[in-house]
Nanobody, 124 residues
Framework: QVQLVESGGGLVQAGGSLRLSCAAS????????MGWFRQAPGKEREFVAA????????VYADSVKGRFIISRDNAKNTVYLQMNSLKPEDTAVYYC?????????????????WGQGTQVTVSS
């Protein structure tokens, strides 16, 4: 069982930055690939970024590529999402998730554990 707790959300002006954190419980954090997803009101949850177990491989949605950076610290059982050059369309609840799979990391159904989410609001 893995418990995930996100933090770092808030209100920011367009062009600003935020760093989200996701702290995981348990001693098996490094056994999981980690992902960030987001869900805006009235929309489906969508993939944002994912990182491999070691942190050596990352993948991003086209909408955030070049602006967001996903990273992880396995010693601290934490995954991060650095969000730069934020846009109003980035406004959503952001979720972190854990998966044992090595493929299909952009698909919500392939994740085993989810956090409760943290709200990010970008004003224009």
């Amino acid at each position: 069982q893995v418990q995930l707790v996100e933090s770092g959300g808030g209100l920011v002006q367009a062009g600003g930055s935020l760093r989200l954190s996701c702290a995981a419980s348990g001693r098996t954090f490094s056994s999981y690939g980690m992902g960030w997803f987001r869900q805006a009101p009235g929309k489906e949850r969508e993939f944002v970024a994912a990182i491999s177990r070691s942190g050596g491989s990352t993948v991003y949605a086209d909408s955030v590529k070049g602006r967001f950076i996903i990273s992880r610290d396995n010693a601290k059982n934490t995954v991060y999402l650095q969000m730069n050059s934020l846009k109003p369309e980035d406004t959503a609840v952001y979720y972190c998730a854990a998966t044992r799979l090595l493929v299909g990391v952009t698909t919500t159904l392939n994740y085993d554990y989810w956090g409760q989410g943290t709200q990010v609001t970008v004003s224009s």
